[in-house]
């Protein structure tokens, strides 16, 4: 089965600064999809940011990017000018090709301003 | 908010006690899933519901039953629950195809076993 893992239990970033949240994920496919969602606290859970495995290009939306490395089974968030809002935990999610979809154990961020 | 609702939003039971979590999503999507949450452990996936028929069930204890009775409604039957199945419970959707789509969650609903 697939696994995702997140090894960050917890991080901190000043505000306005840069920070980089990892993952890997163990798959023997190749067609797949990854995921990084956005749980702040009390509050639902939103999609930051999608991946496909067959693009070589990485997402951005605004201030976040991801680093995929297919090769290595990497899929790092990374969050430019972070801002007081972005505190939250953030999951990693693999979706695999039969839709099923797998999370890592989630990376609380905190945001000091 | 995602467009899916869950209710109630908190529930406290004693072990004696049968309660039901409702989900409902208006988005059209064709699968729904129950997750539990955990504190610093992954979502564990409970169930699966693809066109109302449950297509997955990852072992879950009995004293958990779904029910789905048409595709933008899901339920979540407890009853003698033990203490160690506080946690928060999610409800999700998305369009099962083959293309990435993404699940929306609801709120979830925080459930604390006496």
């Known amino acids: 089965a697939q696994t995702v893992t997140q090894s960050q239990p917890e991080m901190s970033v000043q505000e306005a600064e840069t920070v980089t949240l990892s993952c890997t994920y163990d798959?023997?496919?190749?067609?797949?999809?990854l995921f990084w969602y956005k749980q702040p606290p009390s509050r639902q859970m939103i999609l930051v940011i999608r991946q496909e495995a067959y693009k070589q290009q990485n997402a951005t939306e605004n201030r976040f990017s991801v680093n995929f490395q297919k090769a290595a089974k990497s899929f790092s968030l990374k969050i430019s000018d972070s801002q007081l809002g972005d505190a939250a935990m953030y999951f990693c999610a693999y979706r695999s090709a039969s839709a099923k979809f797998y999370f890592g154990s989630g990376t609380k961020l905190n945001v000091k301003p | 908010e995602t467009g899916v609702t869950q209710t109630p939003r908190h529930l406290v039971m004693g072990m004696t006690n049968k309660k039901s979590l409702k989900c409902e999503q208006h988005?059209?999507?064709?699968?729904m899933y129950w997750y539990k949450q955990s504190a610093k452990k992954p979502l564990e996936l409970m169930f699966v519901?693809?066109?109302?028929?449950?297509?997955e069930n990852n072992s879950v204890p009995s004293r958990f039953s779904p029910e789905c009775p048409n595709s933008s409604h899901l339920f979540l039957h407890l009853h003698t629950l033990q203490p160690e199945d506080s946690a928060l419970y999610l409800c999700?959707?998305?369009?099962?195809?083959?293309?990435?789509?993404?699940?929306?969650f609801g709120p979830g609903t925080r459930l604390t076993v006496l």
């Open positions: 798959t023997s496919e190749s067609d797949y999809y």
């Open positions: 988005l059209g999507h064709n699968a």
């Open positions: 999700a959707s998305s369009f099962r195809g083959t293309s990435g789509n993404e699940q929306f």
């Open positions: 519901y693809n066109f109302k028929e449950q297509t």
